[in-house]
């Protein structure tokens, strides 16, 4: 290996240190505990290496979201990939984008709640941000009934999702009817 390659491996651990830190202590203590100097003393490395990879904490907020949607594109895939029926697969989707926000919440606000200077919506988003769509997108085409825009479907059942999610975390909706919540959208949205 040359020290060219092995300065690059380097820099790559590294920055994957001060993602995995800065997403650890957000899980532990919220995102306000988050910040570079507590990074640089976590990951024992000096504040100058650490904005060598990020210019400050809305880049890193933005990295943990880039990682979160590929970790949560992953989840939705794999919880519909077996299951034959359109509506069971979209229950098992919604099941799944709502286990993984409540098992990552610092995540989860990284994603949607936080500001991590990445794009939404637009031509320049993020391919991980794209492809956490996509999840989404592929489930739902197929029951969003005739004449519907799938994407524009997708786009209203991944809102009711996100406020489901929010809404049980700020404890404005209880916990215990979260499954009876997930059965009434199902039934009353995905056209089968």
Same mark, same amino acid.
């Given at each position: 290996?040359?020290?060219?390659?092995?300065?690059?491996?380097?820099?790559?651990?590294?920055?994957?240190?001060?993602?995995? +830190?800065?997403?650890?202590?957000?899980?532990?203590?919220?995102?306000?505990?988050?910040?570079?100097?507590?990074?640089?003393?976590?990951?024992?490395?000096?504040?100058?290496?650490?904005?060598?990879?990020?210019?400050?904490?809305?880049?890193?907020?933005?990295?943990?979201?880039? %990682?979160?949607?590929?970790?949560?594109?992953?989840?939705?895939?794999?919880?519909?990939?077996?299951? *034959?029926?359109?509506?069971?697969?979209?229950?098992?989707?919604?099941?799944?984008?709502?286990?993984?926000?409540?098992?990552?919440?610092?995540?989860?606000?990284?994603?949607?709640?936080?500001? &991590?200077?990445?794009?939404?919506?637009?031509?320049? +988003?993020? %391919? *991980?941000?794209?492809?956490?769509?996509?999840?989404?997108?592929?489930?739902?085409?197929?029951?969003? &009934?005739?004449?519907?825009? *799938?994407?524009?479907?997708?786009?209203?059942?991944?809102?009711?999702?996100?406020?489901?999610?929010?809404? +049980?975390?700020?404890?404005?909706?209880?916990?215990?009817?979260? %499954?009876?919540?997930? %059965?009434?959208?199902?039934?009353?949205?995905?056209?089968?």
């Amino acid at each position: 290996m040359s020290v060219q390659e092995r300065k690059e491996r380097d820099r790559a651990n590294r920055e994957r240190l001060i993602i995995a +830190t800065a997403r650890e202590l957000a899980e532990q203590q919220g995102w306000d505990a988050v910040t570079t100097r507590r990074l640089a003393e976590r990951i024992e490395y000096s504040q100058p290496v650490l904005y060598s990879h990020f210019r400050g904490k809305r880049e890193i907020i933005g990295a943990v979201a880039l %990682e979160g949607a590929t970790e949560m594109a992953a989840a939705m895939r794999a919880a519909t990939a077996a299951v *034959p029926d359109p509506r069971t697969r979209v229950t098992a989707l919604a099941r799944a984008y709502l286990d993984f926000a409540q098992r990552n919440p610092a995540v989860y606000d990284a994603l949607f709640q936080l500001d &991590g200077g990445l794009a939404y919506a637009r031509e320049d +988003t993020p %391919e *991980p941000l794209k492809d956490a769509f996509a999840a989404l997108l592929e489930t739902l085409t197929e029951v969003a &009934g005739d004449g519907v825009r *799938p994407g524009l479907f997708t786009e209203l059942f991944w809102a009711s999702l996100h406020g489901l999610a929010t809404l +049980t975390r700020a404890r404005r909706l209880p916990p215990e009817d979260t %499954e009876h919540r997930v %059965e009434l959208l199902v039934s009353r949205l995905a056209i089968t």
